[in-house]
């Protein structure tokens, strides 16, 4: 999701939550992830502002991975995430 910095700033919040809620399912597409870890999760670069990116070469299905093991389908790519296969 992406956000225009004219936006009211009404119209800002909800985007701001619609990024968050976007992010907490992880399942879609995402060149930027936040840092959750020390690293970066594996085909992504520190940013060194909290976040890590792909940097547009190529956009991986991820999620994070709350302490827990990937789910069927997914591989543990470091950083707190999980990638889909």
Request: with cysteine; charged share 15%; net charge positive.
């Amino acid at each position: 999701m992406r956000c225009s910095s004219s936006v009211p700033p009404l119209a800002a919040s909800f985007c701001l939550i619609g990024s968050l809620v976007l992010l907490a399912s992880g399942a879609q597409a995402q060149e930027v992830v936040p840092k959750l870890q020390a690293m970066c999760p594996l085909g992504y670069v520190d940013t060194f502002n909290g976040k890590c990116s792909t940097l547009g070469v190529i956009t991986y299905t991820v999620a994070p991975t709350r302490g827990e093991p990937c789910e069927s389908g997914w591989v543990n790519i470091g950083g707190g995430y999980c990638r889909r296969k």
